[in-house]
């Protein structure tokens, strides 16, 4: 007789198809990547497109090399990455309050809802010249766009978690005497976690959007900058080397905030 005809539990082994496949499979994810790669070099190397519209690999490595060695590429990677960091903070912070109130409060609902509705349809590029008059230059009209692009993702998510949570929840927070801030974040907030972290990685992704909409349009520094320059001085190979390394440090962001939903949704079940 088997184990499984006594009625025990068979063994589960990294064959059953219990198990999650996903580290086992980690290679198929690479293989768009490395064709994309691979058409680049070849297309290059069989000469379909010029050196000035698309270069090669090589050049594009050549180039990195050189603004490494003056320091530049440092300066222009730790400077992005401090403005989508500190931009995406206090857009979090900001969709988080918000987005409680009007998912708490039906008033507050019917007050703003309709207009942050209406300013969510603003394009990311109709805000650089306002807040360079409103907020001048330098840093602040920067990291104010990394701000908005960040915040309406967070905002949106809380909202509609809010908007469909279980109202037992709210009344178990009120009868321990829970009320306003304590209520949400005791009770409502760590029940909106699943959710709120996509909505968090998705407004990292808006982070590096709005960061690249004003590094090109008003900046002296910053990987937008380098596209942009690269742009002036026919420097094909700096702006490629810009757009590899934005998808990079996305891709990177990405996943730390990954794992940190993985484990959530992991102790929460």
């Given at each position: 007789?088997?184990?499984?005809?006594?009625?025990?539990?068979?063994?589960?082994?990294?064959?059953?198809?219990?198990?999650?496949?996903?580290?086992?499979?980690?290679?198929v994810?690479?293989?768009?990547?490395?064709?994309?790669?691979?058409?680049?070099?070849?297309?290059?190397a069989?000469?379909?497109?010029?050196?000035?519209?698309?270069?090669?690999?090589?050049?594009?490595?050549?180039?990195?090399?050189?603004?490494?060695?003056?320091?530049?590429?440092?300066?222009?990677?730790?400077?992005?990455?401090?403005?989508?960091?500190?931009?995406?903070?206090?857009g979090?912070?900001?969709?988080?309050?918000?987005?409680?109130?009007?998912?708490?409060s039906?008033?507050?609902?019917?007050?703003?809802?309709?207009?942050?509705?209406?300013?969510?349809?603003?394009?990311?590029?109709?805000?650089?010249?306002?807040?360079?008059?409103?907020?001048?230059?330098?840093?602040?009209?920067?990291?104010?766009?990394?701000?908005?692009?960040?915040?309406?993702?967070?905002?949106?998510?809380?909202?509609?978690?809010l908007?469909?949570?279980?109202?037992?929840?709210?009344?178990?927070?009120?009868?321990?005497?829970?009320?306003?801030?304590?209520?949400?974040?005791?009770?409502?907030?760590?029940?909106?976690?699943?959710?709120?972290?996509?909505?968090?990685?998705?407004?990292?992704?808006?982070?590096?959007?709005?960061?690249?909409?004003a590094?090109?349009?008003?900046?002296?520094?910053?990987?937008?900058?380098?596209?942009?320059?690269g742009?002036?001085?026919?420097?094909?190979?700096?702006?490629?080397?810009?757009?590899?390394?934005?998808?990079?440090?996305?891709?990177?962001?990405?996943?730390?905030?990954?794992?940190?939903?993985?484990?959530?949704?992991?102790?929460?079940e």
């Amino acid at each position: 007789m088997s184990v499984t005809d006594t009625g025990a539990a068979a063994p589960v082994t990294a064959d059953s198809p219990q198990v999650p496949r996903r580290a086992s499979r980690w290679w198929v994810g690479a293989l768009l990547p490395v064709a994309l790669f691979a058409a680049w070099w070849a297309s290059t190397a069989a000469g379909v497109f010029g050196r000035s519209q698309l270069p090669p690999p090589v050049d594009v490595w050549t180039a990195a090399t050189q603004l490494w060695g003056t320091g530049q590429l440092q300066v222009n990677v730790a400077i992005s990455v401090q403005r989508v960091l500190t931009g995406f903070l206090v857009g979090t912070a900001a969709g988080l309050v918000l987005g409680g109130l009007t998912g708490s409060s039906r008033f507050v609902h019917d007050l703003i809802a309709p207009t942050l509705a209406a300013l969510r349809a603003v394009p990311s590029l109709a805000w650089v010249p306002l807040l360079g008059l409103w907020i001048g230059l330098g840093e602040p009209p920067k990291i104010t766009l990394v701000a908005i692009g960040a915040f309406f993702p967070v905002y949106t998510t809380v909202l509609s978690s809010l908007t469909h949570l279980d109202p037992g929840l709210v009344e178990v927070g009120r009868a321990y005497g829970r009320r306003g801030v304590g209520l949400f974040t005791s009770i409502l907030l760590p029940a909106t976690a699943p959710s709120l972290l996509s909505g968090l990685r998705l407004a990292l992704a808006q982070s590096w959007l709005f960061l690249v909409a004003a590094e090109l349009i008003s900046s002296s520094i910053g990987l937008g900058f380098q596209m942009t320059n690269g742009q002036n001085t026919s420097r094909t190979d700096q702006m490629l080397l810009a757009i590899v390394l934005l998808a990079l440090l996305g891709k990177a962001s990405d996943m730390v905030l990954g794992v940190v939903e993985n484990r959530v949704k992991a102790a929460r079940e």
